[in-house]
């Protein structure tokens, strides 16, 4: 285990911080931070777009990216099943590494446990992450009425990708998942003045759930048009093969931003700039009523509730 | 789930940044902080002395507090195999409020994941924590020969207490885990100048392995007087009739001190008078030779080195 951690873990992932390889780490800051946590435990460990090292770090990243903050801190805990090969475990840390780079964050403190065979499933990872709050004030309570949804691309590949994989479904076709580190499509929203409220990634559940949310949290109501909402054609093939409603279908790449309705334009285009926005678009509004519920105008011109989810969302997608 | 974090986990860890119910928190900072990381895969969940929940607050906390930090936040994450009872994982999380409230930290961002049946063993429990630095410096670059050792009381006391339970040991007596938080013991400490150069927990590993990690870290050696070192009959009779040396097993309530000689007594005089501390030992001091060892002096009057454990130390001890 000395070993592992000194020869593995810290030679690849390099910093000045981790190396003095005490329990914890020290840092520095002058001003707000954010702080936030997610375990992982998505099966399998590898599908089509990432693997479960990339996820933990995009997961964690993106979270703090939607507080308005700049990730810079991670920890980093495995809890290893015996008997996982080691050569798994290198390629999921040099996922860890090579996204952390990617998204400039120094993981500084670890911890690694082995439990005995079939007391957990190879591996689950937590990371938790420290970000400094360069855009204060995002908040579910600065939302009006009038308030324009936006979405940065097609929703539920994430989901669809693990599920395809895990219960080896012969689609014809692979769905990748959008898991990626959001930096370079938030960081520089963050910087001027664009109207932006409120942002959250739709993972678990859904964009189904992150709006109800954002509903639930306002205290006010969102229509969404079914028309604008970005889904690919293959996603729209699975899920019609499946059953499954995209919307209640977990992202990684994803973010719902909130935007005064005069500026929403402004957003959309400095998004549409980005790869990872270059499919963004405006799928709904901010409504006085139904206080709480989520709204969708179908393709059909039907209106219909979309609601929390019932019961657990897909297990271990995440 | 969305029932279980409102009802039984916002309520009971109650405070207004958890609260939000954000994926994050916002906390302010405009200092120096330490950040650390810890998952708890203890088995049995509950021994005499503490539990997992208890388990995870104490670990964290302690971690933050050997980096001269008082703590402040903590994450809290969860991995429950699916059929965990509702009532066990209540008393787990009231064991989390409770010491979190004792150790004065705030819960303010957590995760819950759910895991199928016999792909974990009941839950595991991962907490990440921030903590204010207000004693700069403590490192094992500023340890010198001559330096003393301390640790403030009995050793070997959670491991063997996890250990005796687990495999339903008759001993003829119980082994009480020595699991508690050490802001008592330790924040009043950090705050006058007492010579106090470095301070680690022996957790995993036992003291043997801290004291190790140290000889390491500073390029000097240690020698211990296996005489001073304290350890309660009971342990001492519970360690022969396994054949296990107390100087490996895990503490989770101690601390071990390295002090400039010259203020040595004045730190031993001031743990003594804490609860935590009123069996505080001098145990040995910092030697030039042999460099990166740990030489014990034996009640026998020999002379050994004490290894760094090799292989894994006890499974599921923390």
Redesign the interface.
């Known amino acids: 285990?000395?070993e592992f951690i000194k020869d593995t873990l810290v030679k690849k992932l390099n910093n000045p911080i981790l190396k003095s390889?005490?329990?914890?780490?020290?840092?520095?800051?002058?001003?707000?931070?954010?702080?936030?946590?997610?375990?992982?435990?998505v099966?399998p460990l590898f599908f089509p777009g990432g693997d479960i090292g990339k996820l933990a770090v995009c997961g964690t990243v993106n979270?703090?990216l939607?507080?308005g903050?700049v990730p810079e801190?991670l920890?980093?805990?495995?809890?290893i099943e015996e008997g996982l090969e080691k050569k798994t475990l290198e390629k999921i840390i040099d996922s860890v590494a090579f996204y952390a780079r990617k998204s400039k964050v120094k993981i500084?403190?670890?911890?690694t446990?082995?439990?005995?065979k079939?007391?957990?499933?190879k591996i689950?990872i937590?990371t938790?992450?420290?970000g400094r709050?360069i855009r204060d004030g995002l908040s579910v309570k600065n939302i009006k009425p009038g308030d324009k949804i936006i979405i940065n691309g097609n929703i539920a590949e994430h989901g669809l990708s693990v599920l395809a994989k895990r219960k080896e479904l012969d689609l014809g076709f692979n769905i990748k998942s959008d898991c990626i580190p959001l930096n370079n499509l938030i960081i520089p929203l963050l910087k001027w003045d664009n109207g932006i409220k409120f942002m959250?990634?739709p993972t678990r559940g859904g964009l189904a759930t992150t709006l109800n949310?954002v509903a639930q949290?306002s205290g006010l109501g969102i229509v969404i048009n079914e028309r604008n909402i970005p889904v690919s054609p293959k996603v729209r093939v699975a899920c019609e093969l499946l059953g499954i409603d995209p919307l209640y279908v977990a992202n990684e790449g994803k973010v719902v931003l909130v935007v005064d309705s005069l500026k929403a334009k402004g957003v959309l285009a400095a998004l549409g700039k980005n790869r990872q926005g270059r499919n963004a678009k405006i799928i709904g509004e901010v409504i006085k009523k139904p206080k709480g519920r989520v709204v969708l105008n179908t393709i059909l011109n039907t209106r219909r509730i979309v609601d929390?989810l019932m019961g657990?969302p897909l297990?271990?997608i995440c």
Do not use: C, W
Not at 118 to 121: P, V
């Open positions: 285990m000395h390889l005490g329990d914890s780490a020290v840092i520095n800051y002058k001003q707000s931070l954010a702080f936030t946590t997610d375990s992982f435990v099966s979270d703090l939607m507080l903050a801190y920890s980093l805990a495995l809890i500084v403190t670890g911890d446990k082995v439990v005995e079939s007391n957990a499933d689950f937590n938790s992450g420290i709050i959250r990634d949310e949290g929390m657990e297990p271990r």
